[in-house]
T-cell receptor, first 113, second 113 residues
């Protein structure tokens, strides 16, 4: 089955700096890669996703890049703000498995004012 | 808008006792899921349902059962709880099993002593 590794487990940045979270996956058949943000006491919420037919996707201050050859994908947050502080999860899903996601272990991002 | 409602929000349970975690959605989504969240392990899929009347096993189904009598409700039952089932449980839904964003509830924290 799929295995998703996520690094780092914790990340502390100064407000205004960029943050990068990296994930690797094992199943070359995976073709859907979402990122979820979980605020304290809440359930995860989708912030961005990418499919294997594109290499990069942006949405304002967040972007995701995908390298299918190396089987890794990354989340980039620019101009970080205190409200970006949360736990972020990457996930992967094999072809035709849709929402049968395998999640990474999570990254706790702390943005210091 | 309610979205996904889970109950109880937290519970302490003696080992060997049974427990049902409730989940209700008001979005008329076809697919529903139960995940458990453990530190460093991310979210792991327990059971899922493609549509009312059908269920399937996820990555960690042992010790858990589900039912899907109608579109809106997807209860998770622990027949005889064990301490390793101490976790935070999240219910989620999506429009269909193979498309779209997962919408999560706010979680149920279960402690088995």
């Amino acid at each position: 089955g799929e295995n998703v590794e996520q690094h780092p487990s914790t990340l502390s940045v100064q407000e205004g700096d960029s943050a990068v979270i990296k994930c690797t996956y094992s199943d070359s058949a995976s073709n859907y890669f979402p990122w979820y943000k979980q605020e304290l006491g809440k359930g995860p919420q989708l912030i961005i996703d990418i499919r294997s037919n594109v290499g990069e996707k942006k949405d304002q201050r967040i972007a995701v890049t995908l390298n299918k050859t190396a089987k890794h994908f990354s989340l980039h947050i620019t101009e970080t703000q205190p409200e970006d502080s949360a736990v972020y999860f990457c996930a992967a899903s094999p072809h035709n498995a849709g929402n049968m996601l395998t999640f990474g272990g999570g990254t706790r991002l702390m943005v210091k004012p | 808008t309610a979205g996904i409602t889970q109950a109880p929000t937290s519970q302490i349970l003696a080992a060997g006792r049974s427990m049902t975690l409730r989940c209700t959605q008001d979005m008329r989504h076809n697919a529903m899921y139960w995940y458990r969240q453990d530190l460093g392990l991310g979210l792991r899929l327990i059971h899922y349902s493609n549509t009312a009347g059908t269920t399937g096993k996820g990555e960690v189904p042992d010790g858990y059962s589900v039912s899907r009598a109608n579109t809106d409700d997807f209860p998770l039952t622990l027949a005889s709880a064990v301490p390793s089932q101490t976790s935070v449980y999240f219910c989620a839904s999506s429009l269909a099993l193979n498309t779209g964003e997962l919408f999560f509830g706010e979680g149920s924290r279960l402690t088995v002593l």
